[in-house]
């Protein structure tokens, strides 16, 4: 009999320690409940994740010093890092434009425009006015600003982007008003009320969406690009990407293609990489071994340069003369716009854990809009002006707001338009 309980407490024991075993494997794995911090996905619902080791700290306490995430001095250091030249097979055609103070202060009009209407959109969104998602462009403005206008409507050049695509729109053409009530849902939306903020669309003006889904969107640059100049037309398509999305496969499709189709002078494609150095929360560093993304370009053939994308002047002393070399090559050309979000991913994101207040304060004092301010002002443009022309961009940003509220929502009936496209079938040749 004694000899029964000796086993079953043996037994017990074997059982009880291989239990601890598989908790503390788990652990190791998954973190625990304890320990695991509640990060808020701004795109989607608070999710557990486990703590990352050797995360930066907004003590700079707890890094790993030789495996740490690099650090926002670092980062600066890239940004001024020599700009890769172009190739000079290029010689014929550049557009050598400089801009005087009266051009510069349309710049600024048109950068204190996106930067007003956005905030009116934010403030939107957390008063539960705007549904769905918003991120917006705050910091960048000076790249969609510099390359949007160089675009050539009349050559029918047009531009293809990802989410963060207010500004495109608005750059290209579209009513604020319209754009305004799109993110309201409205039917009087650019596209009816049916897209949201991510999915803006306006043909006429050349801007080709909007897309959601990070990387989706870049296979129709060069598809676009090689379809029209298969059939003997002259646009150049500017498809903008942020860093995140560079490591996704489409890309590598997609940039291959351009890079071959260009070697016959069929794909006048200008990639826009705009570097702001974080993909939601997580790092360049994070997100890949090899950080100097522009040279990804490379390995597909395709040229490429570095611009100080947070410096309208340095933006727009590229912007032209790309945009017609492209034109004028048919070949694949890209730009790594380097710079920085000074806002957070998007307008549900409050907590940005991923980087410190110092690093934020930091590039907000490269801000483009208070960059080229200053800028005007050092050349004589008076401030009373500069005022005027952020009193009418806020007025024109209410008025959108206005009009955005007092907009009806769509139509029930407009429920199953717009699902396919219509007369747009052409019949197979032969
Ligand atoms: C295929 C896919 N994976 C993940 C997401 C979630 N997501 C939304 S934005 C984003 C980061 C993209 O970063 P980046 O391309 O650098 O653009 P940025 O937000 O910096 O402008 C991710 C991962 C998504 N929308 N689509
Ligand atoms: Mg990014």
Redesign the pocket.
């Given at each position: 009999m004694r000899y029964q309980y000796l086993l079953l407490a043996i037994v017990f024991i074997i059982l009880m320690k291989a239990a601890r075993r598989a908790t503390r494997v788990k652990s190791a794995t998954y973190g625990t409940i304890s320990t695991m911090s509640m990060v808020r996905d701004p795109?989607g619902p608070a999710k557990a994740v486990p703590p990352v080791p050797a995360r930066p700290s907004h003590t700079g306490q707890g890094i790993d010093h030789d495996n740490a995430i690099s650090s926002a001095d670092n980062r600066q250091e890239a940004a001024m890092a020599p700009i890769i030249a172009p190739a000079d097979t290029f010689t014929e055609g550049q557009a050598q434009v400089a801009y005087d103070a009266e051009a510069l202060v349309g710049f600024y009009q048109k950068m204190v425009e996106i930067r007003l209407f956005e905030d009116a959109t934010t403030k939107a969104f957390r008063q539960g006015k705007i549904g769905g998602y918003l991120?917006v462009y705050s910091g960048q403005e000076a790249t969609g600003t510099a390359f949007l206008g160089a675009m050539n409507r009349d050559k029918g050049d047009v531009a293809i982007a990802?989410?963060?695509i207010h500004a495109h729109a608005l750059l290209l053409g579209a009513h604020p008003n319209n754009v305004m009530a799109e993110l309201y849902g409205k039917g009087t939306g650019i596209v009816k009320g049916k897209g949201g903020s991510m999915h803006l669309f306006h043909a006429e003006g050349g801007m080709l969406g909007g897309y959601?889904?990070?990387?989706?969107h870049i296979p129709l640059g060069p598809g676009y690009a090689y379809g029209n100049r298969y059939q003997g037309g002259e646009a150049v398509v500017q498809l903008y990407?942020?860093?995140?999305?560079?490591h996704?496969g489409a890309f590598h499709e997609a940039a291959n293609l351009a890079g071959l189709w260009g070697k016959s002078g069929l794909c006048p494609t200008l990639f826009i990489l705009?570097n702001?150095q974080?993909?939601?929360g997580?790092s360049v560093e994070r997100a890949t071994a090899m950080t100097e993304l522009g040279k990804k370009f490379e390995s597909y053939g395709i040229e490429w340069e570095r611009v100080d994308g947070m410096d309208i002047q340095a933006t727009l002393k590229v912007a032209e003369q790309v945009q017609e070399r492209v034109r004028e090559t048919g070949k694949p050309y890209a730009i790594e716009a380097f710079g920085y979000?000074i806002v957070p991913?998007g307008a549900a994101d409050f907590l940005e854990q991923y980087r410190s207040k110092e690093e934020v304060a930091k590039w907000r004092e490269k801000d483009p809009i208070p960059l080229l301010h200053g800028q005007l002002i050092e050349m004589g443009i008076e401030e009373e002006r500069l005022e005027a022309i952020r009193a009418e961009a806020k007025a024109m940003a209410d008025e959108a707001v206005k009009f955005a509220e007092e907009s009806p929502d769509p139509d029930l009936s407009e429920l199953l338009t717009d699902v396919y496209a219509d007369d747009t079938y052409v019949e197979p040749a032969g």
């Open positions: 795109d991120h990802a989410y963060r959601g889904i990070v990387g989706g990407l942020g860093d995140g999305s560079i996704n705009e702001n974080y993909g939601m997580t979000r991913h």
